[in-house]
């Protein structure tokens, strides 16, 4: 008889197998192997076929699937899931048939119905990695299935794998929640905590009875986050992730894990006349705990003392010490004068905008800023954004853009030590064309803000565009991670 013939071809790979399955089969093989063959019957085959797919083989609790298609490969691994999850709800934890999935692009052998090859191992690597109920996948599937599936996708890097000479890139797939929340991911997963204590300030509650005094609420609130981002020893979520939860009745349990910290600071703000109110709280997010509590009842003028000291207060209690060097590092020249530091709040809540005239609007706040205090160094900074904003960024005619330079490097000459300073002035460098400047300013602005995800995800775009791709998408990463609830460009950024 002649020998089967051998052929290469491309093939989605999809390689599962059952969580604790010896576990299982020691509490009960019987009923354990009629629920591994019902689950196959009734959930495994239809959802294949259904998928265009074709089984391989089975291996005691694991199968191997082979598809045509990407797409196809990770819309069934996503309903297989779900099913799965919905034909065990009935069962005790202990009972359940749970599966992990990995799924990979490759080169593989064909011989006969079989197939070999690292197209397959990696599949298996990849389902090795995955969590009990979680699907992982390779770079290569990720390329083909972005933006074609409502899955979102997480990162988790270039891994090491067995028998395979390069790390591989892979991504976990977040399925759609059933709460509708942006992330996708489900409430029982966490996102892992950093290494250095992690926080997230939560908006500050406005007890003012006035909605029109919400701008100087959040510019406070930001004022704290930004006053934290400081310090190295700490991990600091930005702000458009944190704000994400105003309004809404907050479980700070399932804050941290969706976040990936483990404090969280919340509070409110009064303010009445000449006097502000301020109380702020430190919670343990993994017990709920409160750590440190603090109310402010002070004279106007003294706002910025307060937002330094709650500041200070969070890095000793959570970093154990201050060095005493970059408590004086970390002192920005702010502005004495109230009506100008309120030009600035509002005009960054414009520039936050999407109305037809807010970039306008914001610029007026800031020059209006500037002649109520003409030594507010970010006033000018935020006056160099603003222009290029309403401008159209790299659109903007030269003119504006030289007079944006010059507002940033007012800016920057009047306080040399203000990360946002730099990130601006790196911002007009930027659309000037001028790389090497925009990556030295980014550079000193990371260097004096490490937290600030914004600065990190443009400074990765600017090294990439100066051809150090690695090193721009890790920055991206990196910010991606301090503001998991990032814009949609830093995806441009990668």
């Known amino acids: 008889m002649a020998a089967e013939r051998t052929q290469r071809r491309l093939a989605a790979i999809l390689a599962a197998d059952v969580v604790g399955y010896s576990r299982l089969m020691e509490q009960d093989e019987a009923g354990t192997l009629a629920l591994l063959k019902a689950r196959r019957r009734e959930v495994l085959q239809p959802l294949v076929a259904k998928h265009h797919g074709r089984i391989v083989k089975l291996m005691g609790d694991g199968v191997l699937v082979d598809f045509g298609s990407a797409v196809n490969a990770v819309s069934c691994a996503v309903e297989l899931q779900g099913a799965m999850e919905v034909a065990s709800a009935d069962l005790p934890e202990d009972r359940r048939i749970v599966l992990r999935i990995g799924i990979n692009l490759g080169d593989v052998i064909l011989e006969g119905s079989d197939l070999y090859g690292d197209g397959v191992n990696l599949a298996a690597r990849l389902e090795a990695m995955a969590e009990p109920g979680g699907i992982c996948i390779s770079g290569s599937i990720h390329d083909q299935v972005k933006g074609k599936l409502s899955v979102a996708f997480e990162d988790i890097g270039r891994q090491p794998v067995k028998n395979i000479a390069e790390p591989v890139q892979v991504y976990r797939i977040r399925r759609a929640s059933p709460d509708g929340r942006k992330d996708h991911r489900p409430i029982e997963e966490a996102l892992p905590l950093p290494a250095k204590p992690s926080v997230a300030v939560l908006p500050f509650t406005n007890m003012s009875g006035d909605p029109e005094q919400q701008y100087f609420i959040d510019g406070i609130t930001e004022d704290i986050i930004t006053e934290l981002s400081r310090f190295r020893q700490l991990f600091v979520i930005a702000r458009n992730s944190s704000f994400q939860y105003r309004g809404k009745d907050v479980d700070v349990k399932r804050l941290g894990r969706e976040l990936g910290v483990r404090y969280v600071l919340e509070g409110s703000i009064r303010r009445a006349a000449t006097r502000i109110r301020i109380t702020a709280q430190l919670i343990d997010a993994g017990t709920g705990n409160h750590l440190w509590a603090e109310h402010y009842d002070r004279d106007i003028g003294q706002l910025f003392e307060v937002q330094d000291e709650v500041a200070r207060t ?58 109520l205090d003409g030594r507010f160094a970010l006033a000018h900074a935020y006056l160099a954004l603003a222009l290029l904003c309403e401008h159209g960024y790299g659109d903007a005619p030269d003119p504006i853009k030289d007079k944006a330079l010059s507002a940033a490097l007012t ?60 090193e721009g998408n890790g920055l991206i990463r990196n910010a991606m991670r301090l503001n998991p609830f990032h814009p949609e460009w830093y995806w441009s950024g990668l």
């Not at 037809?356 to 020059?367: G, I, P, S, V």
């Open 314 to 371: 969070i890095v000793a209690t959570l970093a154990g010490r201050l060095e005493d060097a970059e408590v004086r590092g970390s002192a920005r020249k702010r502005t004495d004068n109230l009506p100008a530091y309120e030009c600035l709040l509002r005009g960054i809540e414009h520039i936050r905008g999407y109305a037809a005239d807010d970039n306008r609007l914001a610029r007026e706040l800031f020059e209006r800023a500037i002649s």
């Open 411 to 470: 800016g920057l000459r009047l306080d040399p030590n203000e990360g946002r300073c730099h990130q601006f002035l790196a911002q007009v460098y930027r659309y000037r064309g001028e790389f090497d400047s925009a990556l030295s300013h980014f550079e000193r602005s990371a260097a004096l803000n490490p937290n600030d995800a914004n600065g990190l995800a443009m400074m990765g775009s600017t090294r990439t565009a100066l051809g150090r791709a690695e």
